[in-house]
C-alpha cells in the first residue's frame, strides 16, 4: 500500500488511536472558565514569558513576537481545528475565547478531548501535586508515581521544587534505613493503586549526575533541616535515595521516567545519568524530551542500552524541526523501533490536541522521507506510525 507523501501519511495518522507516556493534566474543575489569555498564560506557550496583551495592538505583537515558536504554532492548530474560529489572530482571538468558555462550562469537556478527539487509549498521568493520582479516572489515566520529594526531603521542612516533602504528620523515620523502608512500602503502595512507573523531574532540583551511595555521607543529612546540612552532604542523601529507587524499580517491574535535558541545564546532559543506566541493567530508563537539546545523546544510549527507551514526550511542541531529526535518528540505531514513545506532557485538552497535530506531523514527515529515500517500505511505514502513535506505549506500561 503507497501513501501519497506528508498528506496521505497525515491522513493515515490521524484515525489511528494514541497512547501518551506522559502527562500532568489538570482536574476537570480547574477548566471551568478557561479562556484563551488563560490557556496562552498557563501552558507552554506562557513559559516564554511574553505578555499576552489586552488590546488589539498588544494582542498582534504577542502574535508577531511568539508567532513561530513551536509552543504557540500547534496551541493555535489545535484551537482552530476544535473551536472551528481559525488560527490565534487578532480577528479571531475573542471568538476563539468565547467558544473555549462555553464549552468548559461542560465539566466532561477537558477529558472528551483527550478521549474522543486525542483518541487516547490512555495517557500516563503525573500528578505531581498528589504523587500516583489517576484523577478518578482509571479508564483514562495510569498514574506515574513522582518520587522527587523523597530524593530532596532529607529531613522535615526539605522539599522539593514544587514543594512536595514525605515528611508530613504522622511520617517519623528514626533512621535513613527506616526512611528507605517507608519509600519502598509507598511504591509497592502506589502500585497496589495502580501506577503503572516512577516519575524523576530531579533535573528540575539538582544535577542528574548520582555518585555512588556514601550511606555515611547521607546519614549526616538524613532528618535535619537545610540550615544545618551541607551541600554536599544533602547530595549524597539524593544519590543514596535514587539509587534505592532504582533498585526497588527493578524488583517490581516499574519503568523509571528520567527528565533529562532543559531542567537546570547544566546539569541535566543525558551522558551524566549514563552510569545509572550501566548500573542497573534489569531496571528500564524511559528517557525523557530526548534529552534536548543533547538528543544524540539519547540515541547513543538507546544504541547501546537494551534497558533505555528513548521517549519524544514534550520535543515536537520544543522543537518540531528536533523532532523529525530525533525520530530519523533513533530509527536508524534503535536495536528495537519497539523502544521509541511519545507522549503529549500538557495540562490541557487544547495543549494535549496540539501535542498530538505535532506528533502527526513529525511521524508523517519522516515516514514519508524514509519511504521516498528507501530506507523503509511502506508496509514497514505503517506498522511503525501503528507502533509509534500507540502500541509501544502500551508495550512499556502494560502490567502484569
Ligand atoms: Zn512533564
Redesign the pocket.
Known amino acids: 500500500m503507497s501513501r501519497d507523501g506528508v498528506e496521505g501519511w497525515l491522513g493515515y495518522l490521524r484515525q489511528l488511536p494514541a497512547a501518551s507516556s506522559?502527562c500532568?493534566h489538570m482536574q476537570a474543575d480547574q477548566h471551568n472558565g478557561l479562556s484563551l489569555d488563560r490557556l496562552l498564560n498557563l501552558s507552554y506557550a506562557g513559559w516564554c514569558g511574553v505578555p499576552v496583551g489586552q488590546t488589539a495592538a498588544e494582542r498582534q505583537s504577542y502574535i508577531d513576537q511568539i508567532g513561530a515558536n513551536t509552543y504557540f504554532v500547534w496551541l493555535s492548530k489545535a484551537v482552530a481545528e476544535l473551536y472551528g474560529h481559525g488560527e490565534i489572530t487578532v480577528a479571531s482571538w475573542n471568538a476563539i475565547s468565547e467558544a473555549m468558555v462555553a464549552a468548559h462550562e461542560d465539566p466532561g469537556h477537558h477529558f472528551r478531548l483527550l478521549s474522543q478527539r486525542c483518541r487516547y487509549r490512555f495517557a500516563v498521568q503525573?500528578s505531581y501535586w498528589d504523587p500516583g493520582s489517576d484523577l478518578d479516572r482509571p479508564d483514562l489515566f495510569r498514574p506515574a508515581y513522582r518520587i522527587n520529594s523523597w530524593v530532596m526531603g532529607h529531613g522535615p521542612g526539605v522539599t522539593d521544587h514544587n514543594g512536595g516533602t514525605p515528611w508530613r504528620e504522622g511520617f517519623s523515620p528514626a533512621t535513613l534505613e527506616e526512611y528507605l523502608a517507608a519509600l519502598e512500602a509507598a511504591i509497592e503502595a502506589a502500585v497496589a493503586r495502580g501506577c503503572v512507573a516512577i516519575k524523576s523531574a530531579l533535573a528540575y532540583d539538582r544535577t542528574v549526575a548520582f555518585d555512588q551511595p556514601d550511606m555515611e555521607a547521607a546519614g549526616r543529612a538524613f532528618g535535619r533541616g537545610a540550615s544545618s546540612v551541607s551541600p554536599e552532604d544533602a547530595q549524597a542523601f539524593g544519590d543514596v535515595v535514587f539509587h534505592r529507587i532504582c533498585l526497588i524499580a527493578g524488583r517490581l517491574s516499574l519503568p523509571v521516567q528520567v527528565h533529562l535535558g532543559l531542567g537546570i541545564l547544566r546539569g541535566s546532559r543525558p551522558m551524566l545519568f549514563e552510569p545509572v543506566i550501566a548500573a542497573y541493567p534489569t531496571t528500564v530508563f524511559d528517557l525523557f524530551h530526548c534529552g534536548y537539546p543533547w538528543v544524540d545523546e539519547i540515541g547513543g544510549l538507546l544504541h547501546n542500552y537494551h534497558n533505555v527507551r528513548a521517549d519524544l514526550c514534550?520535543l515536537p511542541l520544543i522543537s518540531t524541526t528536533a523532532a523529525v531529526r530525533a525520530l530519523h535518528e533513533y530509527l536508524d540505531v534503535a536495536p528495537s523501533a519497539d523502544r521509541i514513545l511519545w507522549g503529549d506532557?500538557c495540562w490541557t485538552g487544547e495543549e494535549a490536541y496540539g501535542a498530538r497535530m505535532a506528533w502527526e506531523h513529525v511521524l508523517a514527515h519522516v515516514l514519508s522521507e524514509r519511504v521516498s529515500d528507501g530506507l523503509c517500505s511502506a508496509a514497514l511505514a505503517e506498522r511503525l506510525a501503528e507502533r509509534l502513535m500507540s502500541g509501544n506505549v502500551e508495550q512499556c506500561f502494560e502490567r502484569g
Open positions: 506522559h500532568h503525573d514534550w506532557d
